[in-house]
Every structure is written in structure tokens, then in C-alpha cells.
């Protein structure tokens, strides 16, 4: 086959995305387990593995910017060296919402929580589930799956719905109880933002395959309408 | 959930209306080109665009020498060569006998794969072809020298040793001189084959250049072995390919930004990914 060692590239590339990929979940469910449980070490821990996130998308970065001054790729080749520079920089701001909701647990201190958690960790299963599909549909280049994961944010959108009128309850009853809601409703909204970036992975997947450079409607416009 | 499709240009443009609304300088149509019973070429049909560089690509052996030199008949030097079908220059068919070839030839320059400067001064090199067609005044002869000169960027060079031979320039500046001696006649089109195959990068990235710098003027059609060049200098590109007949056929024809990001054919794919050829 010609051009076997830039094909064997491609695929320690893709290996090393679904590495990144899988830190990034890691990252996620550990941060809302950490909460959940008020471990703040754990919290701390997570930090230190976001450096970790941080350097692997750059190692990725550096690998691709080599790839396309050494190989001049071109059409389909193009399209993936370019839309994995994109989804890595998605995987790496996935890894930035897990540390997010870490500090929050760091910043609540000894204060207990709100309420016991329910829906937010439903959201973070929901949104790694959706994620490793995400990137195995990337991986194969998928273009069915890539078409029809992104529907799924309307279940996390739910989700965050749900969390959002509970906890305005919490603050109607008792206004003093406004921080410690919102520390809540800022975890649930970085839990959100990461399904909305597993649709920018699906959309870079089907760009891959297909060269259609298509955007996938949010459902979040709507959510918003409904709020005003 | 819906899909919006960004706009995007990604439309392959053929003949017909596109055509006219970019102005079809040439057009081919339905070209066969035989040597003998061999066919070499098989329904040729593509629109070259004025003022456009179209590259014309493809895998050794599949045409594409074979395509441009029959835009300036130099197919008929070969004996046993016979072309079937049109191509229309300015609407005109340029393939008929009536046609005089060497009016073709002004019209259509070529320049190619090793540069060929005669064995003459500079001067002499660029004035030899209005000489030809009749330019006798010394003061017209050095007009056009200088013009051309200038145009394909060796002016500021040479403009010290006119009298000094061509071939004691260096590989890239007589490549340059041939490009200013095709210029030298106003041609309208100018066909180059490979002409920065023999050269060295800066050489070939100046003669790069000096096709953007012209392309104003002139129309322009470059046969290419080296896909990024196709890709920095063409607005067009034809991709060619030999058949089970081992007959060369174009097998897609777009815009270069189309071609080289996401082409229609999967054998182009493969050709400008490398996968084969």
C-alpha cells in the first residue's frame, strides 16, 4: 500500500484522541463523584490530572502541525488532520468543565450540599455515554452515528431543566440558600456545555467523511426562548 | 433537530452556463486523439477559462502531454496522429485544416519541462519571435524585448547583458527567458509542460509567481507532476486518468479549492491523497 507509514500515523493519531477522549470522561465522572461524595482531595486530584488533560491535547497538537508540514495532506486527509485540531481543542475545554466543578467543590468547603444529588449525576453518565460514542463514531467515521448521537443533548437539556426549576424552588423558599444553589446550577450548566461539544465532535465527523461542513441545530435556543 | 449545510463552495463546474458566466476562452469537445489505431485520449470535454490558470493532473502516461499539445496542434508533428472532435478557440475550431497552425501557435504559446533558450543572445532569444511574424524596427523590437523581459520578472537581471548568451543564464532564469520569448508574440494562451520541473524551489516558486502575475493577461494551462503546485498556483484543475483501454480520459474537472479538499471521484481522492499513481 502506498503511503503505509503516514496511514499508521493516522491511526496512533486517532488512538492518542481517544486517549485524550477518555481522560477527559474520567475527568467528568470523577469531578461529580468527588461532589457528590464532598471529597475534596479527590477534587484537588483532579486538578493535577487537568495539567495532565492540557499536555496530551498539546503533544496532540504538535503531532498533527508536524503531520501536515511533513505529509501535505490533502482532501480527506486534510479534513481529518484539520477537524482533529478541532476536536481536540473540545475534548481539552471538556477537561476545563471538569475542573470547573471541581473548584466549586473546593470553594463550597464544609458547607453541605444543597440537596443530595440525583439529576447531576445523571447528566455526567449521560454526557460520557454520549462521548465515547461520539468518538468511536470519529474513530470509524461513523456519519449514521455522528447524524444521530447530537438528538441526545435534548435528554441532558431535560436534565438541566429539571435541576434548574428545583433549585429555584430551594431559593424561593429560602433566599439565604442562593449560594449553595448556584455553586449546584454551575455544575449542571458545565455538565450541559459538554454535550453541546460532543455535537461539534459529531459535526467535524460527518465534515470528515462526507466534506459537508453542516451545523447541528441546538435545542439550547429554545430553552433559552422558554426561560424569557 | 436540523441540519443547516453551511455555504460552502463545492460545486464542479463544467460546460454550459457556468461556462459563460466565467468566459470559456477554450472549449474542448468530444476530443479523441489517436496515434495510428492507438487512442490515446478518449471524449475530451472541458471549458479553459480566460484570465484563469487551469492545471491539468493525473498519473504518468494517462494524457496529459498528449491534452495540451493538441491545444496548439503539436500533435501534428507526430505523423500517425489524427484528433476526432472540436476544440474551440474564442468559438473558432482551432482542430480544423483550414486553420494556419502558425497563427495557432502565436496565439497559443507553449513553454516546456527543460528550459530551451536558442543558442542566441537574450535579446535575440525574446526578438526572434516577433522577427518571425514580421517586427523589423529597432525601436518596436526593443519595446517588446523590455516588456517581455519585465513581464516574466528577468528584466532586472539581464537588463545589463541583452548581448550575453541565453545559456549563460542559470536553469531557472532561462526558464524564464522561454516564458518572456512565448510572451514576446502576445499569444493569448500560454500551455506550459512542467515548466518548473527541472528546477530548484526558489526557481520554481518565482516562476510560480510570475503565472499569478501574468494570468491578468493571458490564460493559462499547466501540466503538472507535483500536486502541491497544482494546488498553490491553479484556480482550475482536471484530473486525468487512463481506462481499461489504457486510453487517457478526464475523470473529473472542478475547482482547485474543490478538488484538493473534497473531490467527487474517489480516484481523484486517491491520486491527490497518494494513494496511488
Known sequence: MLRKTFETELQQLKDEVLVLGSM???????????????????????????????????????????????????????????????????????????????????RMGDQPLLKPLIDIPRMAQKDVDMLHRALTAFVNEDVEAARVI??????????????????????????????????????????????DRVTNICERTIFIATGEM??????????????S | MTIQTLEIENQTHSTGSDAISLGAKMEVKNMSVFYGKFRALTDINMDIYANKITAIIGPSGCGKSTLLRSFNRMNDLTPSARVEGSILLDGRDITANREDVVDVRRRIGMVFQRPNPFPKSIYENVAYGPRLYGIRRKNDLDQIVEKSLKQAALWEEVKDKLHQSGLSLSGGQQQRLCIARALAVEPEVI???????????????????????????YTILIVTHNMQQAARVSDFTAMMMIDENRSGRMIEFGETKSIFTNPKDKRTEDYVTGRFG
Request: charged share 30%; net charge negative.
Open chain 1, 24 to 106: 477527559a470522561e474520567q475527568a467528568i465522572l470523577n469531578s461529580v463523584e468527588a461532589l457528590k461524595k464532598r471529597d475534596l482531595k479527590a477534587s484537588e486530584r483532579i486538578l493535577e490530572d487537568d495539567r495532565a488533560i492540557n499536555k496530551k491535547r498539546f503533544d496532540i497538537e504538535n503531532q498533527l502541525m508536524i503531520l501536515i508540514a511533513t505529509q501535505q495532506p490533502m482532501a480527506h486527509d486534510l479534513r481529518l488532520l484539520a477537524s482533529t485540531m478541532e476536536i481536540i481543542s473540545e475534548l481539552e475545554r471538556m477537561g476545563d468543565y471538569a475542573k470547573g466543578i471541581a473548584n466549586i467543590n473546593i
Open chain 2, 191 to 217: 500551455l506550459m509542460d512542467e515548466p518548473a520541473s527541472a528546477l530548484d524551489p526558489i526557481s520554481t516558486l518565482r516562476i510560480e509567481e510570475l503565472m499569478h502575475d501574468i494570468v491578468k493577461e
Open chain 1, 214 to 227: 453542516a451545523e447541528i441545530k441546538s435545542t439550547d435556543d429554545e430553552f433559552w426562548k422558554n426561560q
Open chain 1, 150 to 195: 447530537p438528538a441526545e443533548d435534548d435528554e441532558v437539556d431535560a436534565l438541566y431543566n429539571q435541576v434548574y426549576r428545583e433549585l429555584m424552588m430551594f431559593v424561593i423558599q429560602d433566599p439565604k440558600s442562593i449560594e449553595r444553589a448556584n455553586w449546584l446550577l454551575w455544575v449542571a450548566h458545565n455538565l450541559e456545555r459538554v454535550a
